[in-house]
């Protein structure tokens, strides 16, 4: 009996790792994007012509609206760990549920990130550092989060090998208990 509540448990630890997985996927893409919105805004710093600058804070701003589409694409069966911090996922380990572990999601939108849009459409320089600096600020945050998650797939797998295990060994035990040599 153990052992089939175990294989459930096991199904759902599963599919706690694609809902983890699917969190580092949005972080890593939004990861990417900041880092082109950083390089968009270095360009606007280095730039002589108030039209280029302009012309690149657009584009700015075209990049948080793909970080804010990435938060929200990023979940996996009504669960987004990277759209809010009201977002959480909760794992089961054992067949009663009293072993767990408490997922907490963030946000990773432009706004959940801190990240303003271009200031003034970056006519002065002043507004071209507050960017560079939410940029690498939202790196940070991106980067601690991604850590966490990490930490916390690396223990749901551990507890899904374990579990695993558990179901053989039950198993054998079961077996060993219920099945009859006729020969003896």
Request: no cysteine; net charge negative.
């Amino acid at each position: 009996q153990r052992a089939t509540d175990l294989a459930a448990r096991k199904d759902e630890l599963s599919e706690a790792i694609q809902t983890v997985k699917a969190a580092n996927e949005g972080i890593e893409s939004i990861t990417t994007l900041i880092a082109a919105a950083k390089s968009l805004a270095q360009s606007a710093k280095s730039s002589d012509s108030t039209g280029t600058a302009a012309s690149l804070a657009n584009d700015f701003n075209d990049v948080l609206d793909q970080i804010d589409y990435l938060a929200a694409d990023s979940g996996y069966k009504g669960i987004n760990l990277v759209n809010g911090t009201s977002e959480s996922l909760t794992v089961e380990f054992d067949q009663d549920g009293t072993s767990k572990l408490t997922l907490t999601g963030f946000a990773g939108s432009s706004g959940g990130l801190s990240i303003s849009e271009a200031e003034g459409a970056w006519a002065s320089a002043t507004g071209i550092g507050n960017a560079i600096t939410d940029l690498d600020s939202a790196r940070d945050t991106l980067r601690t989060n991604s850590k966490a998650l990490s930490t916390q797939l690396s223990v749901i797998t551990a507890r899904q090998d374990f579990t695993e295990g558990m179901i053989n060994v039950l198993g054998d035990g079961a077996a060993n208990l219920t099945n009859a040599d006729m020969n003896e």
